[in-house]
């Protein structure tokens, strides 16, 4: 788990630091006449891959008390997330494209 949790992150970080606008679907670009503030766009992407690391990085510490719990954290997570991923880079998107 502390590898995911850390992908997340570094995901995330990433995204934050790039100077080039980042992509949220695989084989896609967006480029940088497409965005009115790619600074903003990234620092937002950033945000949003960090606060979805942080449940990631919660279950792993809680499964070492209790796996159980951490993989019902982690699943109902996933569940949830997954779609509301996409709807937030969609509003990400929109919010700073031109």
């Known amino acids: 788990m502390i590898l995911c949790s850390a992908l997340f992150t570094g995901i995330g970080i990433y995204a934050w ?3 080039k606008p980042m ?3 695989s084989g896609s670009r967006v480029e940088e006449d497409e965005l009115t503030n790619i600074a903003a766009y990234n620092r937002a992407n950033g945000i949003m891959w960090i606060v979805y ?11 070492i008390e209790d796996m ?6 982690l ?3 996933v569940l949830v997330s997954i779609p509301l991923l996409i709807l937030v880079y969609r509003w990400i998107y929109n919010k700073y494209s031109v």
Do not use: H, K
């Not at 690391?53 to 499964?63: A, K, N």
């Open 17 to 19: 630091r790039r100077d």
């Open 75 to 77: 699943l109902g997570w």
């Open 53 to 63: 690391s942080l449940p990631y990085w919660v279950s792993t510490f809680i499964g």
């Open 68 to 73: 159980e719990l951490a993989t019902d954290i």
């Open 23 to 25: 992509w949220f679907w």
